[in-house]
């Protein structure tokens, strides 16, 4: 018969199932009551759901066959339904239904096969983790004088009870008693079966082995698969998985895609082996297979979460998103999805998929259960991937919800700044200040920040006086050192570009002084040579460009500052320490502007000092470094024959300027060098020749 076959199902470790199982068998003892029962349609319903594996369903069967059974004051067909929905109630892990429907069958029949009632009480006790009080429970019971099914039945519940404490070794000697008394009943491969289970788990390993080496006897018993799966425990268990991958893939077409305790175990043995040895790769297929074969919801739902977490770890991303989109389908009206569908959303938008992610974001913004703290994270993650997409509009939008679901200053307030701050990054400095005016009116953490932030939309505006003004404001506040640190500079800069230098250098002494690991440092000290530079105090000017290049190497304006200091030497009327500084210049930085740049100033110091044999050498020395530089060039080879002119070498002064001519005449230097070929050509009485030069330069030049 149908409960028949199904009682003697695999009783698994750790599990419910196989609690279920043995009130199965329980049931089984009543089916002298099944046939009065039978004109029930229920019944007959509960019996197909149940042998297909539907445990649920038949659990609604069996719940109206029991009212049906109560409407007819039927005492047979009561007792049989009772039994037969604690049973199912059971092998859905449902401990509280389990125990009303007992509560109610016994004080319905107080007198009743009260054993058999105990086993239930246990199996209950068990699905509630109180195993102990279970072993408690049935020893007392196996006090009495019992034979039979019932006492195998008991040897069974008890070692499964101590399968549940762990202690294996005592779980053993109870499943090897019941091997021996059982013998030649169906019993018997339940304690062979489950003496194996206990020995492996207990780490007796060469003695399972070999009694898994005695189970050929079985082969023909309809449960005989389990020994293959208890084969694989086996190997779990001996570390062997290179051979249970093998195995597990030879089997695979056997198994049932049904909850299924023991595979649950193996597969969550063998993934956290390759967890523990950091194979996270290796582990994803076993925790897939574990989630397929959990009995109860919470595994399920843990196991998939460990999927997710797991392909991440092992940088998977499409398949933990994939887990993710399966985790929310699967459990959508549950709080636990909320930190799924975020996970499920930041993966999407770091892996190229920015648009689907904005879906799961705003799904994730119409759950009701969502905490206000929540749905301000998920906006401020949509409006940055949609600032990313240029949909500034969907940006404003998700801005605006922060404010309206934040239920803190803090929480609403971040909105705004952030609406300001992207405000800010598209060059909408305008609308930026008064989004930041606005956003610092309330008392929040974000106050100082906008007004910060404000300072900088104001100096983007090339507001200095009210930068200035708010500047010198947040040098004072209690704030985050960097905002003060930060507007301390602003402030000498603002007073710099207001023409206010000497409280400009003031200022930045100060703020270097206060703030010397600042990321301003550089620019004030650079600011401040300039400004000595412009107000010609050259020697404090080269002063803090040496020492702008000392501690600034690779700063971007460092061989401008060395360059300055050549002007600066010269305007000190110090050319040898100018020469020196140009030498270190070209050595430090040759690719630099300023290095050729250098070398053309002090060309024209030493033509004005008459020294136009060392200038001569000079450019011949700039030829080799600079000959394909089309920006150099044209002014080296002017320079070239000007020198060539006042040495009265006018031929060489004339052949330069014609290649100039030739492969630079759109520079600025063609036109002088065509005048001063004029000059040389009528001051040599060439006066046709001269004429045409100076024609040729009046084109390029227009009066």
Known sequence: MVIYSACFAFFTQCTFTKIARRACMIAMLFLTLIATAREYHDLELGETAYNSGDYRQAAKFYRQYWS???????????????????????????????????????NRFPLAETIKTTLFKADILMLKGEPEKAESLLKDVLRQPITGTLYF???????????????????????????????GTRWEFVGFRQKLYAMIMDGQLQQSRKLLEQSNKYNN????????LLLLLQMVREKKFSELKKKYDEIAGKILLQPNALLFEINQLAASHYLNNDRPGDAVFFLKEAFKFALKESERR???????????????????????????EFYSRDVTTIPVRFQCARLMNQNGMPKDALAVYNALLLLPDLEPSQAVAAAREAAAINERLEQYEEASRMYQTMFDRGTTPDEKLEGKFLYGESLYRRGQYLRAVEVFTETAKEASKWRDWARFRKLQALLRLEKYQQSFLLATELCAVDSPENIVADSHYYRAYTLQQLGRDAEAIAAYLEFMSKYPENRFVAN?????GNLYFEMSEYEKAVLNFLQFVEEFPANEFAANALYKCVYAYYFLDKPDDAAATITRLIEKYPGSVYAPAAQLRQVDDLRLQGKYQEAASVLESMLEKYGENAEVMPKILYDRAQAYAHMQETKNAL?????????????????????????????????????????QAAKLRPA
């Open 68 to 106: 049906e059974a109560l409407k007819k004051n039927d005492d047979q067909a009561l007792a049989n339904a009772g039994l037969r929905l604690i049973a199912t109630a059971i092998r859905n892990a449902d401990a509280v239904e389990a125990e009303n429907v007992l509560t109610e069958f016994e």
């Open 153 to 183: 039945q008991l040897l069974s519940s008890l070692g499964y009870s101590l399968i549940l404490q762990r202690h294996w070794d005592d779980a053993t000697n109870y499943y090897d008693l019941l091997l021996k008394a059982a013998a």
């Open 221 to 228: 018993h309809p449960d005989a698969f389990d020994l293959e």
């Open 302 to 328: 843990i196991g998939l979460q460990r999927v997710i977490d797991t392909c991440v770890t092992a940088n998977m991303p499409e398949e933990a998103i994939a887990a993710a989109l399966k985790y929310i």
């Open 524 to 528: 004030a000290l650079f600011d401040t």
């Open 655 to 695: 052949q330069l300027i014609e290649k100039l001519i030739a492969k630079y005449s759109g520079s600025s230097p063609a036109t002088d060098a065509l005048f001063l070929a004029g000059n040389i050509t009528s001051e040599n009485s060439n006066y046709q020749d001269a004429v045409n030069y100076y024609r």
